[in-house]
């Protein structure tokens, strides 16, 4: 099961780290997508990441201040988020597809392995 973890309350302008780990899943053969959803809105795909590094994709919205990552050694698929807006809040997940592998853009997969989300509070 995924769980998504580092989340907060933290100050406009600041900082996060979130990571996505997996204890039963080796998380390298997997793309992953992290997602938000914020009240009374939409889940949004906010970065993901192919089992190739190379395949990436941040949502518009983000682009520039969020960094998706991989640390295979430990399992952890992290989401480094710098320069955090009030629009930024949100509970924060992270989901795989439901299968292994892939080459096909990480943005075009179906994410449907979901685990407990973690809460990012945006507020001076």
């Known amino acids: 099961q995924l769980q998504a973890s580092g989340g907060g309350l933290v100050q406009p302008g600041g900082s996060l780290r979130l990571s996505c780990a997996a204890p039963e899943l080796s998380l390298d053969n997997y793309a992953i997508g992290w997602f938000r959803q914020a009240p009374g809105k939409a889940r949004e795909r906010v970065s993901c990441?192919?089992?190739?590094?190379?395949?990436?994709h941040y949502a518009d919205s983000v682009k520039g201040r969020f960094t998706i990552s991989r640390d295979n050694a430990k399992n952890i698929v992290y989401l480094q988020m710098n320069n955090l807006k009030p629009e930024d809040a949100a509970v924060y997940y992270c989901?795989?597809?439901?299968?292994?592998?892939?080459?096909?853009?990480?943005?075009?997969?179906?994410?449907?392995?979901w685990g407990q989300g973690t809460q990012v509070t945006v507020s001076s």
């Open positions: 989901a795989t597809p439901p299968i292994t592998g892939g080459l096909a853009p990480c943005k075009d997969r179906n994410y449907n392995q």
């Open positions: 990441i192919g089992i190739n590094d190379r395949n990436i």
